[in-house]
T-cell receptor, first 110, second 111 residues
Framework: GQQVMQIPQYQHVQEGEDFTTYCNSS?????IQWYKQRPGGHPVFLIQ?????EVKKQKRLTFQFGEAKKNSSLHITATQTTDVGTYFC??????????FGKGTTLSVSS | EAGVTQFPSHSVIEKGQTVTLRCDPI?????LYWYRRVMGKEIKFLLH????????ESGMPNNRFLAERTGGTYSTLKVQPAELEDSGVYFC?????????FGPGTRLTVT
């Protein structure tokens, strides 16, 4: 079945450094959603990308959807300790549910 | 607006016992989903209700899992009998559109 691959699995950065997580699919994605799960918490929706080449920003977070709609990235500029958690990409398949990547767990040291 | 709630937050049971998880979606949300995350792995889809009907249950691991959503409001997920590999965090989510709202999850430990 459809799989969304996400790398890296873990990333540790110093506060103030940048961070990027990548999602890839072997097939064209209809859309890509990004979720953040804080330690001990639950996934919280961040954003959805639908169009080829789409770029959206939320403060220090930049989300991109590839031209071929087979990959996506989330970039955080100047990380803060509040950014810690696991970031998941997921494809929403209409009529069914979200297909998640394995997530990237970000830790930040001050 | 109240979010998605789940009960219990934690459950520890022995292999062979039965456990029932409950999810109360956001009021008015027709779509209700169950997911499971086993430690270190991805969040996996279990099943999807639209109102009281099962839209897709292709992710249910086996017939030890039974989900219901009587009346199209809250949902229950029963595991009977529980096995060790059933341990994990069970999330419920609800939606009216494409954005899904997740509950806090139930952490199930089978010993």
């Amino acid at each position: 079945g459809q799989q969304v691959m996400q790398i890296p699995q873990y990333q540790h950065v110093q506060e103030g450094e940048d961070f990027t997580t990548y999602c890839n699919s072997s097939t064209t994605l209809s859309n890509i959603q990004w979720y953040k799960q804080r330690p001990g918490g639950h996934p919280v929706f961040l954003i959805q990308l639908v169009k080829s080449g789409e770029v959206k920003k939320q403060k220090r977070l930049t989300f991109q959807f590839g031209e071929a709609k087979k990959n996506s990235s989330l970039h955080i500029t100047a990380t803060q300790t509040t950014d810690v958690g696991t970031y998941f990409c997921a494809e929403y398949q209409a009529g069914t549910a979200l297909i998640f990547g394995k997530g990237t767990t970000l830790s930040v040291s001050s | 607006e109240a979010g998605v709630t789940q009960f219990p937050s934690h459950s520890v049971i022995e292999k062979g016992q039965t456990v029932t998880l409950r999810c109360d979606p956001i009021s008015g949300h027709d779509n209700l989903y169950w997911y499971r995350r086993v430690m270190g792995k991805e969040i996996k889809f279990l099943l999807h209700f639209v109102k009281e009907s099962k839209q897709d249950e292709s992710g249910m691991p086996n017939n030890r899992f039974l989900a219901e959503r009587t009346g199209g409001t809250y949902s229950t997920l029963k595991v009977q009998p529980a096995e060790l590999e059933d341990s994990g965090v069970y999330f419920c989510a609800s939606s009216q559109g494409q954005e899904q709202y997740f509950g806090p999850g139930t952490r199930l430990t089978v010993t």
